[in-house]
């Protein structure tokens, strides 16, 4: 699955014209050890694109070797059409037409801030006014157009990212590459930087491939996100499509908490399918509007629930066992509620399971209440059993 740029369709470029980057079958090997295993990735002009994925997936191996850095043991990659790996081919990485942030921030502190945004550019051959313009310019684009004549010793953490930022923008690349930028920052300041990343990806007009582990970084900056599993792509889409729509228990997990029930699929209707909770003799789960609906009588899977699809509401004592009886609705108790400024963060024991639920921080929801946690058919998530049949 590629999404095309808004910037590539604006221009009415042609498919080809379009794409950025082009992997093809790419397999990196170390000794006995596959870290990236067949990958086949197509990023096109003005995209920002999101690698995520656990610790030991292959998304750095797999980010460095775009830039040159990581030699392929199999498959291609091609930037801007032209190739730069495959079979007898290595174009070194300052051949290459990208620019690279790294986790480190890499900051000379023998230079100022202005020199180290200058650096590239004058290894570009640029002198005189047009390299103090471009610098000048980059500076004030990242905000640090006054600490231009400071040395990186004397920048706070969140500065030296921004100056190692500007430093790769400054070059003006056709690629810009980052792994895990922010790791080092804390939380405020990965957020600020986070925004700031964004908005220069769009004011430079450049095409982006951004590595994290981190799924609120993925989801909120990339037009798309590559989920990356033991080498391989376990899912790629939208944001928002990867996050309410996964298509494996491994991306629904990643991406956010869920509630997971082991079903089969009771009966198929218009518009709806009925599922039999198998921890829970005698529930069913209403599932509709999905595409992903199950529509085949006896296949089996799990019923998935994100802690925010569940409506709440505080029971009194008689109103528990009434509201059991509905579908899809579960009655429990309260048994955890932390709250963590915007939200609060619930257990709910039903008897058959505890389910994770999140509820808007203004609720006035506490430990010992008994609610009942309602879901709409059209939210409950279903994923087959590996290998099955919809």
């Known amino acids: 699955m590629t999404v095309q740029s ?17 992997a093809q079958d790419v397999t990196i090997r170390y000794r006995d050890v596959t870290a990236v295993d067949r990958l086949s990735l197509t990023v096109n002009r003005g995209e920002f694109v999101a690698l995520l994925g656990p610790s030991g997936c292959g998304k750095t191996t797999f980010l460095r070797a775009i830039a040159g850095l990581n030699p392929l043991s199999a498959g291609s990659i091609a930037i801007d059409g032209r190739p730069m790996a495959g079979h007898r081919l290595h174009v070194p990485p300052e051949r290459r037409p990208l620019n690279m942030v790294f986790q480190s921030y890499a900051i000379w502190p023998h230079l100022t801030v202005r020199e180290n945004v200058g650096y590239g550019v004058r290894g570009q051959g640029i002198r005189g006014r047009e390299l103090a313009d471009r610098v000048e310019e980059t500076l004030a684009a990242v905000g640090l157009l006054h600490y231009a004549d400071r040395y990186g ?7 030296q990212q921004r100056v190692a930022v500007a430093r790769a923008l400054a070059t003006r690349p056709f690629l810009m590459l980052y792994d895990e930028p922010l790791s080092n920052l804390d939380a405020g300041l990965r957020e600020q930087v986070r925004e700031q990343i964004v908005d220069l990806h769009h004011r430079f007009d450049t095409t982006t491939i951004y590595v994290t582990h981190d799924q609120a970084e993925a989801l909120s900056m990339a037009d798309r996100v590559v989920l990356m599993n033991a080498g391989r792509i376990e899912q790629e889409a939208e944001p928002r499509t990867l996050y309410h729509q996964p298509s494996s228990e491994f991306a629904a997990r990643f991406v956010g908490p869920i509630n997971a029930m082991p079903a089969t699929v009771a009966d198929v209707g218009e518009g709806f399918t009925n599922v039999a909770l198998l921890d829970q003799p005698g529930r069913t789960l209403r599932l509709g509007g999905s595409e992903r609906r199950p529509r085949t009588t006896g296949a089996t ?46 257990v709910v024991a039903t008897g058959a399971m505890d389910l994770a639920v999140e509820v808007s921080g203004v609720r006035d929801i506490k430990r010992g209440d008994t609610v009942s946690l309602r879901v709409d058919p059209s939210k409950v998530i279903w994923l087959d059993e590996p290998g099955g049949e919809q």
């Open 301 to 346: 899977g799990q019923a998935v629930i994100r802690p925010e699809y569940f409506e709440l509401t505080r029971l009194g004592d008689t109103s528990g066992d009434e509201a059991a009886e509905e579908r899809n609705v579960f009655v429990g108790e309260v048994t955890r509620a932390a709250f963590v400024g915007s939200r609060i963060q619930c």
């Open 6 to 22: 808004k910037a590539a369709i604006s221009a009415g470029s042609s498919a080809v014209d379009a794409v950025a980057l082009q």
């Open 153 to 159: 010793t004397e920048l706070s953490g969140g500065q």
